[in-house]
Structures are given as structure tokens and as C-alpha cells.
């Protein structure tokens, strides 16, 4: 794969940062004015803040999950369409048994009209010791990915590069261990969660205009992932034969029908054309079992959506509404793009490493 397969577009306008203490359910901000949300709430029955508003620490799971509901409530009305979150929270003992809050959050937002499209686990094996003797240490945490629609900005080829998975479609489970932040501390959001999360769902560029973000375009290639023995064998049987690249687009489009998908490259009688049946058939002979590989060939960047109107780009915004020491801000602006920090207590590094200032919201 050619490093075009990780190139970015560069937005036309330099990215902006700011914070603002205010309520994460009553956010100091326009609608549709962010692309992207990052966080971690505050867990039910964990720690006290201190402050009036604070959520958290409600009497019930229940009441807990209803307040996150609201709160999301107001996080959709500031996404634009094409906004996602992603939301990791944990659970809390009760009476010693654990409550279930992340999926009681969960089904309730699901209720509310958010799709749940995906419950990455985040595995930190070497969290702090847990002095418990009978059961054993919890190591892994949910964040769920929350989305409005079906038609959220989502870069799966560019996280598939980034993060080593060579194009296959990348696994839901994240080892990410924790890290320590400026002031020696653990920090309780390890950036690259935050990096992971927004290389997925941030968009580089959007249209200041018309609002469309700027998506990856791909084309498919007759290469195949060579990690993989199978694969690995299927390409040299192909380039040792006759075999050209119109095989394998026919291989490809032949082995889509058959999952029945192929529309685009079909005839319009609902089957493939004659010519492109026969192609793939002089391939089967010559693959013979290794003929499906090249269903899964890699696909390259080709370049990037273009909208009609003759307007900046702004890079994609991510929000953290709780955004507690910043660490999450701190790792979206440094991959470029414009950070929105809300809590009701924002620190003040979080101003200086931004160079932001604090708004009264
Ligand atoms: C960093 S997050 C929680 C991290 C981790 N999930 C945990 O439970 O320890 C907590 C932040 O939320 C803030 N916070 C609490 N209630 C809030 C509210 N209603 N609106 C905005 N921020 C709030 C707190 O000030 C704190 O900085």
C-alpha cells in the first residue's frame, strides 16, 4: 500500500481551541458547530467533584442513566449530521455486584434514537492494584460508539493503516495501557484512545459552506495482503499465469454477486454481464481455491469527496464535554484539529498547552 493510502486533506483555515466551564447538559454553543465528541463521564457512585451540577452522584443507576440521557440530548443538538461520540464509561459495585450501567446507558440511548454501533472493549491490563480477594481484577472498560444515523463521517481504511491492520477491517477490542500525564499522574484517558477514536470519527476537513466533510475515496487494487499465507500463494499463482488486472476486477465483481451486492457492476438484469462471467470463469480454472482471495484485495486512497461550493475548508471539531485535565484536547490538536473543552471545573493547563481562554457559558 502506497503512503497516498494515509494522506489527509489539508483544511484551508488553521484549527481554533477552546474551553468553556459551564454544564455539559446546557453547552454555550450554537447547534451543528461540532463534528465530533471524545469523553468519559463521570461514573456513577465514584467520585465526588464537589460541585452542585456535578453528575454522578445520583442516589440511583437509574436516575444516573437518565441525566446521561439528557445529557446526550444536548450533545445532539450541537453535532452536525455527520457527528458521532464516543462514550466510555464504567461500571460501579453495588451492594457488591456490579450494576451493568455502561449497557443500561447504552440500551436507554438506543431508545432515544441513537444507533450503538459498536462496544469497543478497552483492555488496560496494567491498571492500579485492586486489593479484592474473591473476584478478580477489573481490566477492561466499554466505550461505546453512539451515532445518529447511518451516515456518520467514519475513516475505517485510514485507522486500518494507522493502526496495523493492513486494510482488514480493524477489531473492537483496544489494548491501550495508561499513561502518565504533565503533572506525573495517571492519566485517567490515555491519548491514544483519543487518537484512535478521532482518526476514526474526526473529519480533516469540512466545507464551511455547505457543511459536507471531506471522505476518503477508494479504489480497489489487484493486490492482496501478503501477511497471509493463502493470500500470499494466490498472488504468486497469479503472477506467474496470464491472468490480467480485467480477471480480477471480473473475480471481483463475480465473488460481490454472489454475496449479492454487486448492483454497480452488474448488468441491470440482476446478474453479471456475459463477458464478465466469462473472465471469471478462465480465472477460477487458473486460481482454482484461491480464486475468493481476490475478493478481499486491497483498496487505496484515490483521493478525497469535493463538494460544489467554492468555500474554505475548517478542520473537523472534537469535543470532550467533560474534559476534566485536558488530555483528550491535548491529543486532538496535536493531529490538527479544532478541540472544544467543556466542564464545570476546567483546568487551567488545559488553557495554556491550547492557548485557549475560558468562556463563562
Ligand atoms: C474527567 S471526567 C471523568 C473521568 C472518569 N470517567 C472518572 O469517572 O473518573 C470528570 C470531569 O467531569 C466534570 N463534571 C462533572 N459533572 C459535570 C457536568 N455536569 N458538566 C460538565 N462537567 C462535569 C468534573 O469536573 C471532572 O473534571
Not at 91 to 102: A, F, N, Q, V, W
Not at 123 to 142: C, I, Q, T, W
Not at 174 to 190: C, D, I, Q, S, Y
Request: aromatic share 10%; charged share 30%; glycine share 8%.
Amino acid at each position: 500500500m502506497t503512503d497516498e493510502s494515509l494522506k489527509y486533506p489539508t483544511p484551508d483555515r488553521s484549527p481554533t481551541h477552546e474551553t468553556h466551564e459551564a454544564d455539559a447538559r446546557d453547552l454555550p454553543l450554537e447547534d451543528n458547530t461540532v463534528d465530533f465528541i471524545v469523553t468519559s463521564p463521570p461514573y456513577w457512585q465514584k467520585r465526588d467533584y464537589g460541585f452542585e451540577d456535578q453528575i454522578g452522584q445520583e442516589e440511583t443507576p437509574e436516575e444516573y442513566v437518565e441525566v446521561i440521557i439528557e445529557t446526550l440530548d444536548e450533545w445532539r443538538r450541537v453535532l452536525t449530521d455527520h457527528g458521532s461520540i464516543f462514550f466510555n464509561i464504567g461500571d460501579t459495585y453495588e451492594k457488591r455486584s456490579l450494576t451493568g450501567i455502561p449497557w443500561k446507558v447504552a440500551e436507554a440511548a438506543r431508545e432515544d434514537g441513537w444507533l450503538v454501533r459498536n462496544e469497543i472493549q478497552w483492555v488496560k491490563e496494567s491498571g492500579m492494584p485492586d486489593p479484592a480477594k474473591n473476584r478478580l481484577a477489573n481490566r477492561h472498560e466499554p466505550i461505546f460508539h453512539f451515532t445518529q444515523n447511518n451516515d456518520y463521517y467514519y475513516d475505517q481504511h485510514g485507522y486500518s493503516h494507522k493502526y496495523g491492520y493492513n486494510g482488514a477491517n480493524p477489531s473492537d477490542v483496544w489494548n491501550v495501557g495508561f499513561e502518565r500525564n504533565t503533572g506525573g499522574h495517571l492519566a485517567p484517558f490515555p491519548s491514544e484512545l483519543v487518537e484512535r477514536a478521532v482518526t476514526l470519527g474526526c473529519p480533516p476537513a469540512v466545507c464551511t459552506e455547505c457543511g459536507e466533510p471531506r471522505t476518503r475515496e477508494l479504489r480497489r487494487t489487484d493486490k492482496l495482503d501478503e501477511s497471509r499465507s493463502q493470500a500470499k500463494r494466490a498472488m504468486e499463482i497469479y503472477e506467474q499465469s496470464d491472468l490480467t488486472k480485467e480477471h480480477i476486477r471480473a473475480i471481483q465483481s463475480y465473488g460481490i454477486s454472489d454475496a449479492g451486492k454487486a448492483r454497480e457492476i452488474q448488468d441491470g438484469t440482476g446478474r453479471n454481464a456475459e463477458e464478465v462471467q466469462e473472465l471469471a470463469e478462465e480465472a477460477k480454472e487458473v486460481l482454482g481455491g484461491y480464486f475468493r482471495e481476490f475478493t478481499f484485495a486491497k483498496k487505496e486512497t484515490s483521493g478525497w469527496s469535493e463538494c460544489d461550493c467554492d468555500a474554505p475548508t475548517r478542520p473537523g471539531v472534537m469535543m470532550d464535554p467533560f474534559c476534566g485535565t485536558g488530555t483528550s484536547l491535548d491529543a486532538a490538536a496535536n493531529m490538527g484539529f479544532s478541540t472544544v473543552g467543556v466542564d464545570l471545573d476546567p483546568p487551567e493547563e488545559i488553557q495554556m498547552s491550547l492557548g485557549a481562554s475560558v468562556q463563562q457559558g
